[in-house]
């Protein structure tokens, strides 16, 4: 019984260091899975702006925890472009073209919980860029 709770009852520490780069150019450090959702903390350093994505199959829920940016997102024809920072909460669902981009001075850090759990880099769909990428 004390290693099937060892693997369902995971503790973990977000890393100094990048599990995986997003298709959208983030990086990405992994937390959690479970049957339903997963949860990673997401990074965009100083002076970037991510690629235009959209998800084909998932529902993210965004939670920013610091820096400041911008994020632009596209549902049907409707747009929006809105200022995040820390304690700002937002959702990105399944089909909606978004990017991001970071304003600050530091590096722009939030939590993304993914709805079902993130399948792979197959999973996104580039986009037109909202925002120019600087090289």
């Known amino acids: 019984m004390e290693n099937i709770l060892s693997t369902r009852l995971d503790l973990k520490t977000v890393s100094s260091v990048m599990d995986?780069?997003?298709?959208?150019?983030?990086?990405?450090?992994?937390?959690?899975?479970?049957?339903?959702?997963?949860?990673?903390?997401?990074?965009?350093?100083?002076?970037?702006?991510?690629?235009?994505?959209?998800?084909?199959?998932?529902?993210?829920?965004?939670?920013?925890?610091?820096?400041?940016?911008?994020?632009?997102?596209?549902?049907?024809?409707?747009?929006?472009?809105?200022?995040?920072?820390?304690g700002i909460c937002l959702t990105i669902p399944r089909e909606v073209k978004f990017q991001f981009k970071n304003t600050g001075d530091t590096s722009l850090e939030f939590f993304i919980v993914t709805s079902p759990p993130w399948p792979g880099p197959t999973e996104a769909k580039s986009e037109t860029n909202y925002w120019d990428i600087q090289t």
Do not use: M, N
């Open 20 to 86: 995986e780069l997003a298709p959208d150019g983030s990086e990405i450090r992994l937390l959690h899975r479970v049957t339903g959702a997963s949860f990673c903390q997401c990074t965009l350093p100083k002076g970037k702006t991510s690629l235009a994505t959209s998800h084909k199959t998932i529902d993210e829920i965004w939670y920013f925890t610091a820096g400041t940016g911008e994020v632009w997102r596209e549902d049907q024809g409707v747009t929006r472009v809105d200022t995040v920072e820390a």
